[in-house]
């Protein structure tokens, strides 16, 4: 990961901390330590090789190498151009639990953060109708009775899918977050705190013998990209696309660092969304209110009416993750790039090859000393058969 950006705010999360079914199931359960640590010497990258060595001993004081451009911290107004105007709102009545989005033009992106949120990009986005709220348990359930629907961790998965498996650890499950006492901080810590449960699933989030009976209004997780997107269909719905979503989530607020404006969490004891406080990953203390998911809607919406856009869940995108894309994306509408398997293997899996797809919003794990992605700016990505008990998703709705 290249870390030839602008002053960091936030360290990144590396994303393998959650490592997807498909190594899991490959590997086997009991080598997951491995896997997360060499997933985050992937994501950090590799020190200076030979070659780079050897390049920079020829280098003299007289031919200084070229600093690398750093994006923005703020761009000029002059570059304040319109590139789509909002969308007037229709006359029909709002889908029920939506609201109305404008588009507009916005400056997407975040140059403080070390992710391949940068440089600043200018973006219009149409208008679209969008969820208040994350789908919740209740929601999700009125499509699985409907459509007899089984999420990607409720399925077993076959010696035909991963002919290296072991056999024994070819079972139905997810991944789940595990309280861990560390000793160090957590980046420089393998990340150990999840665990691949069997039977967890969006029925029983944490694993057997749990449910969701009195969490009906709770957002639903334990969600692959390919359970949204089915849900999604089933509601004459889709994916936002991730230029959608950011615009939505800031709320009209220009280039602000949170959906709700300049404060951080915990001005003057206010909070403002779903958030880790304490000593990441061991202990939560809850100071916003909850130490975990909490119900939908428990914290002030923001300018578009829309709630939990920062923080409680991950919100998965329509979007294939390239993090060349910021740059070479088009301005209007952009829908993501391609499968990025036709394009290089910097956009897929370190682990499994497999194509990534962009979530956003962070979630209730999102620590500052560790994970700050609840920022409406930021972004993430994982596998698109990756569920985990913090990944959910909201859906939009275009105009006909």
Request: proline content about 12%; some cysteine.
């Amino acid at each position: 990961m290249s870390r030839r950006t602008a002053p960091v705010i936030a360290p990144p999360t590396p994303t393998a901390s959650r490592p997807s079914r498909r190594s899991l199931w490959a590997i086997g359960i009991p080598t997951l330590a491995l896997v997360a640590l060499v997933a985050v010497v992937v994501l950090i990258g590799p020190g200076s090789n030979a070659s780079d060595k050897g390049s920079k001993e020829k280098e003299t004081a007289s031919t200084p190498p070229e600093a690398p451009p750093r994006p923005r911290a703020t761009p000029p107004d002059e570059d304040n151009k319109e590139i789509l105007a909002p969308t007037p709102r229709p006359t029909i009545p709002a889908p029920q639990g939506m609201v109305w989005i404008p588009g507009g033009t916005y400056w997407m992106g975040d140059p403080t953060s070390q992710d391949k949120d940068s440089p600043w990009r200018r973006v219009g986005v149409s208008g679209f109708w969008m969820d208040t709220h994350e789908v919740t348990n209740a929601e999700f359930e009125k499509f699985v009775q409907a459509t007899g629907y089984k999420t990607v961790a409720e399925r077993v998965p076959t010696k035909e899918m991963y002919p290296t498996a072991d056999p024994a650890n070819l079972v139905a499950g997810s991944a789940v977050f595990s309280p861990l006492k560390i000793d160090r901080p957590p980046l420089e810590t393998p990340p150990l705190w999840w665990k691949y449960v069997k039977g967890a699933s969006w029925r029983s989030p944490e694993g057997p013998p749990g449910g969701i009976k009195g969490r009906e209004n709770y957002p639903v997780v334990q969600m692959a990209w390919d359970d949204a997107v089915a849900y999604a269909k089933w509601a004459g719905k889709r994916l936002p696309t991730e230029a959608e979503w950011e615009f939505a989530a800031r709320g009209g607020l220009d280039r602000q660092p949170y959906c709700w404006g300049t404060d951080p969490q915990g001005t003057e004891g206010k909070y403002f969304s779903n958030s880790y406080q304490g000593r990441f990953p061991d202990f939560d203390t809850g100071k916003d209110g909850y130490t975990g998911v909490a119900p939908a809607g428990k914290f002030p919406p923001n300018g578009h009416g829309l709630y939990d856009m920062s923080g409680n869940v991950w919100e998965w995108c329509a979007d294939y993750y390239d993090a060349r894309y910021y740059v070479t994306g088009p301005d209007k509408n952009p829908q993501g790039p391609e499968d990025p398997r036709r394009i290089g293997r910097a956009s897929l899996d370190p682990d499994t090859n497999q194509a990534q797809r962009v979530r956003r919003g962070g979630s209730f794990l999102c620590a500052d000393e560790y994970c700050k992605r609840y920022l409406p700016g930021t972004r993430d990505k994982s596998p698109a058969d990756s569920g985990a008990n913090h990944n959910g998703f909201r859906c939009v709705k275009d105009v006909k």
